[in-house]
């Protein structure tokens, strides 16, 4: 079992930073495919970015791309989410996922929530206009 806790939510203004943390526990950290997604208000929850094989390749969505980052720190069992350049359409619940991964797949199949085995509680990220 993987446990999952998210921190680093917050309100901040358009043109802002914040960076999320997720720290994962229960099995070898390096053998997860680590996640973010977010849900707005009304919405689906959709792709933000993934950390997949052992950190070697990330993925993001393309309305993020340039402005946010993910790493991860293997030693700290941690994923993070640096997020610049924020917008009001960026407000959302942030959820980290795991999935225990085995082998690499392409980049389509970390951008499946229903991939993922592990969810954390969510963090709220609100950015004013």
């Known amino acids: 079992q993987v446990r999952l806790v998210e921190s680093g939510g917050g309100l901040v203004q358009a043109g802002g930073s914040l960076r999320l943390s997720c720290a994962a526990s229960?099995?070898?950290?390096?053998?997860?495919?680590m996640a973010w997604f977010r849900q707005a208000p009304g919405k689906e929850r959709g792709f933000v970015a993934a950390?997949?094989?052992?950190?070697?390749?990330?993925d993001y969505a393309d309305s993020v791309k340039g402005r946010f980052t993910i790493s991860r720190d293997n030693a700290k069992n941690t994923v993070y989410l640096q997020m610049n350049s924020l917008k009001p359409e960026d407000t959302a619940v942030y959820y980290c996922?795991?999935?225990?991964?085995?082998?690499?797949?392409?980049?389509?199949?970390?951008?499946?929530?229903?991939?993922?085995?592990?969810w954390g509680q969510g963090t709220q990220v609100t950015v004013s206009s």
């Open positions: 229960g099995r070898t950290f390096s053998s997860l495919a």
């Open positions: 950390s997949t094989w052992r950190g070697g390749r990330t």
């Open positions: 996922a795991a999935l225990v991964e085995t082998y690499a797949r392409n980049s389509n199949y970390y951008t499946d929530s229903r991939r993922y085995d592990y």
